[in-house]
């Protein structure tokens, strides 16, 4: 069975360009999650969807970060426009029930120079 | 925001030696989890423990969790090189967002 699949896996860009990640969770997982990692950190929740609906975005920054997963099955998480404070992995995640174990992905590593 | 605090921050120890890393929570939990996380990689699920469990064994891995003192301990026994990783804990809070909160995480390397 193939784990949660994420891209790309590595993302070098200016600042003030946008810049989008994809993510695939694991068939049957209802609930994704987005996070941020910052370097010798632990994750950090960006946004969490049941299904298709976003029902935790609170620590989303809603000014640059956007997100969505139409058909409640892949997800797409954008920044428009990238800070250099934006350089981050950004780990997607899906689970079967919101509190069980989560599978993640291998992340997207990004660099905004 | 983050609230478990693992204990040390960074570990290192030598091949066949027990490692002990603590974490440390501040609200009522539902369940308690612990992850590695190699350099580079995801992270991966190694053990869940319910708000009504002490101990709990997988493999070489030994978890505690003491609810009264809100905090949890993993032990890997008879180290390997293998074993080198960062290792987090994530609380799953039982007021708020049905979410898990995943602490900063402590790093072990393991020397051969």
């Known amino acids: 069975e193939a784990g949660v699949v994420q891209s790309p896996r590595y993302k070098i860009i200016e600042k003030k360009q946008p810049v989008a990640f994809w993510c695939n969770p694991i068939s049957g997982h209802n609930t994704l999650y987005w996070y941020r990692q910052n370097l010798g950190q632990g994750p950090e929740l960006l946004i969490r969807y049941e299904n298709e609906e976003a029902v935790d975005d609170s620590q989303l920054p809603k000014d640059r970060f956007s997100a969505e997963r139409l058909k409640g099955v892949d997800s797409t998480l954008k920044i428009q426009p990238a800070e250099l404070g934006d350089s981050a992995v950004y780990l997607c995640?899906?689970?079967?029930?919101?509190?069980?174990?989560?599978?993640f992905g291998p992340g997207t590593r990004l660099l905004v120079l | 925001s983050q609230q478990g605090e693992e204990d040390p921050q960074a570990l290192s120890i030598q091949e066949g030696e027990n490692a002990t890393m603590n974490c440390s929570y501040k609200t009522s939990i539902n369940n308690l989890q612990w992850y590695r996380q190699n350099s580079g990689r995801g992270l991966v699920h190694l053990i869940l423990?319910?708000?009504?469990?002490r101990e709990k064994h997988s493999g070489r891995l030994r978890v505690t969790l003491d609810t009264s003192k809100k905090s949890s301990s993993l032990l890997i026994t008879a180290s390997r090189a293998a074993d080198t990783a960062s290792y987090f804990c994530a609380t799953a809070e039982i007021q708020g967002a049905q979410k898990l909160v995943f602490g900063q995480g402590t790093r072990l390397t393991i020397n051969p």
């Open positions: 995640a899906s689970s079967f029930q919101p509190q069980g174990t989560q599978y």
């Open positions: 423990i319910r708000s009504n469990e």
